[in-house]
């Protein structure tokens, strides 16, 4: 057996081997699409942007090209990132949030799925545990076990993803190192209110201080400026002040192939200067050192925009409301683009392959630790899901026949 003979990182080897099950549709998708025409599959399998980037991108990218100036352009930056585009960062979260950020805050990265493994990679010791929340985004997994931790998934309130904190008081020991927040949820949408965090924030307080250590908030916001409806989204550094924010630009301004976002370490962390350090450190051991340069510098010129949301309100009101009517149930989403909807059957895998029939491709909800869901990416052209609507139908009705 091959796996026997090649002297390689047998981890390293299973996770590229085993690809995920989002990138296994996506690729199936792909050749489903060559045999029976794009049109005639729908596919709701990954969180790619359909919106466009805001017209002030394409601009700044445009300008930036032009200026000729290929050193600024396309030359290392420093390791943490250009100094302009963390000011113009920490500005505008000062102006959003009334903080006090600076660009010594801010660690430049490559999207969130960088910022995370930094973080993770800087905080964590021999023995450590990181708690998150079910429905949780599956790389979690990997980013925390590949940097020789446990993941330690707390399932919430199985009506609403919204936190159960006795779950959340059990699981919270002495070797609890970091909770990951992710509001707006992938995959359920669901919004943490102020209450909520509110009182994680005190729970977390408590806790540190009977184990006599601080236990981080890491909050993973890719999707902060993606709700809809008026949902405030409560910035979590003001309630919590061991807080870690990992941001992207991926999903606001649609650049999800760019790979551009950032960490923010505020001052208030306990030993600040030793924390944005060990960010450093852990960006340099990664080898995720300057961002990439270009988008740095059109970051810069196009902080505080964001793409038009617009039609992914149209495309959730629309798909709730069919899939409501139809027979399905699923939590009413305040932010994010996707749908966590209940399979028909205990086994999501079972339903997946079922909706396939109908050429519809959804995310079985195993590896969010959440079984018996899929997950429906509802960042499409509205026209995709008008035309996928008598599948969606179609499916339902063939467990009603059964
Ligand atoms: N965190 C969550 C919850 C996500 O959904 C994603 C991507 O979909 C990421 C992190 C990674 O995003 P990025 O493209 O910025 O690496």
Known sequence: NLEEKIMISREMFLLGSNRSVIREIFEYSKKRAAEIGAE?????????PNVPAPEGVHQAVRELLESEDDIYLH?????????????????????????????????????????????????REEGDEFITFTPFFPEYRVFVETAGAKLVPVSTNPDSFQINFERLDEAINEHTKAVIVNSPNNPSGVVFQEETVKKLSEMLKTKAHRYGHPIYLIADEPY????????????????????????????SLSLPGERIGYILVPDAVDESAMVYAAVCGAGRALGFVCAPSLFQHVIERCVGQVSDLSVYKKNRDLLYNALTEYGYTCIYPDGAFYLFVKALEPDAYAFCEK????????????????????????????????????????????????
């Open 40 to 48: 005639n599959v729908f596919d709701f399998s990954i969180g790619n």
């Open 75 to 123: 030359g290392y930056t420093s390791a943490q990132g250009d100094t302009g585009v963390r000011n113009a960062i920490a500005e505008n979260l000062n102006h959003r949030f009334g903080t006090d950020f600076k660009a010594e805050n801010l660690y430049m990265t490559c999207g969130a799925a960088a910022s995370l493994k930094i973080c993770i990679t800087a905080l």
């Open 224 to 251: 902060r400026e993606l709700v809809y409806d008026g949902t405030e989204v409560p910035y979590m550094t003001k309630y919590y002040a061991n807080t870690l924010v990992c941001y992207s630009y991926s999903k």
């Open 355 to 402: 909706a396939k029939e109908q050429e519809l491709l959804l995310v079985p909800s195993d590896d969010f630790g959440c079984p018996g869901y899929v997950r429906i990416a509802y960042c499409v052209t509205t026209e995709q899901i008008e035309r996928a609507l008598p599948a969606f139908k179609a499916l339902a009705q063939s467990y009603q026949q059964a």
